[in-house]
């Protein structure tokens, strides 16, 4: 996981300014983006995703404005109440007081494990620039011999996109690249909604 480090109001013993860690900044994906990747690698059809969160959001909505807790694999959702005056008297609060203030979200273990499931340890960000990184074609020749070590033999864009900072696009492309010629370095063979490069 890419991180950066960001000041705090905290100094340390030595008068310094204390720092944190927080994932890389402008890393996002949208509901079509995950829609469409789990259509690609789960066999999910095309925005069944989606049209399930919102049937789920419809449902907990219903749900929420009864006063229930909702449990799911995801996670427990609860309404959050505040009252719009001082109450000093519980007996005296009407309903007209009573607001709707938000959903209380508890994720439980369930985002720690898939988390878990996937890192591969943490890596200082670097933002990269695509030309230099594709003009210097002994290191992403270096770079993909890394990965199909480290993946046993084969490699996709995806995996490509992460060991060397490339956009998908690029890395697709690249790995494409490496495809033709008189004396290819790769095999592209489609497995499932994905392609997959080997070595030759």
Known sequence: MPFEMHPTPAKGKDGKILYYPRPLSGQKITMKG????????????P?????????????????????????????????????????????DVKGRDVRFDGVEYNSGKLWHKSVEKWLEGFRPAQKTNAQEVLADSEKLEAQL????????????????????????????????????????????????????????
């Open 34 to 45: 995950l829609d469409e990747y789990c259509a690609k690698y789960y066999g999910l059809r």
């Open 47 to 91: 925005l069944e995703l989606t049209r399930a969160f919102e049937a789920f959001v419809m449902a907990t909505g219903y749900y929420l404005s009864e006063g229930y807790r909702i449990e799911t694999p995801i996670g427990s959702f609860a309404p959050r109440l505040r009252v719009v005056r001082e109450i000093t008297d519980p007996d």
């Open 145 to 200: 011999h890394e990965c199909l070590r480290k993946y046993r033999g084969y490699v996709t864009a995806t995996l490509f996109k992460y060991q060397t900072g490339l956009t998908y696009y690029s890395a697709r492309k690249r790995l494409d690249e490496w495809t033709k010629g008189e004396n290819p370095k790769l095999l592209k063979t489609k497995r499932g909604q994905e392609y997959i490069y080997t070595e030759i």
